[in-house]
Nanobody, 115 residues
Framework: QVQLVESGGGLVQAGGSLRLSCAAS????????MGWYRQAPGKQRELVAV???????NYADSVKGRFTISRDNAKNTVYLQMNSLKPEDTAVYYC?????????WGQGTQVTVSS
């Protein structure tokens, strides 16, 4: 059974940084596309960043140049380094893994950016 556990969220002032981690278990992690999504109150869940098994990345325009997604296949973990945080980055951040056409989500971690 695939399980994803996010960590690293918290409260930070605008301009600050946070690093999110997502530890995967029960999957062929090294072969799968991993992604970070976020959902703010009253809004739909949106893509933040994705990374392929080969390390190709893609970002939402709103986070380009500020966020960096990376993965450590030896640790079955994907990271999201978030710099220059803005109040509009406040959301619950979710990790997503796609395996054989099935999508798995973590439970989410809250990120709150104060102005």
């Amino acid at each position: 059974q695939v399980q994803l556990v996010e960590s690293g969220g918290g409260l930070v002032q605008a301009g600050g940084s946070l690093r999110l981690s997502c530890a995967a278990s029960g999957s062929i992690f090294g072969l799968n596309v991993m992604g970070w999504y976020r959902q703010a109150p009253g809004k739909q869940r949106e893509l933040v960043a994705v990374i392929t098994s080969g390390g190709i990345t893609n970002y939402a325009d709103s986070v380009k140049g500020r966020f960096t997604i990376s993965r450590d296949n030896a640790k079955n973990t994907v990271y999201l380094q978030m710099n220059s945080l803005k109040p509009e980055d406040t959301a619950v951040y979710y990790c997503k893994e796609n395996q054989y056409g099935t999508t798995y989500w973590g439970q989410g971690t809250q990120v709150t950016v104060s102005s």
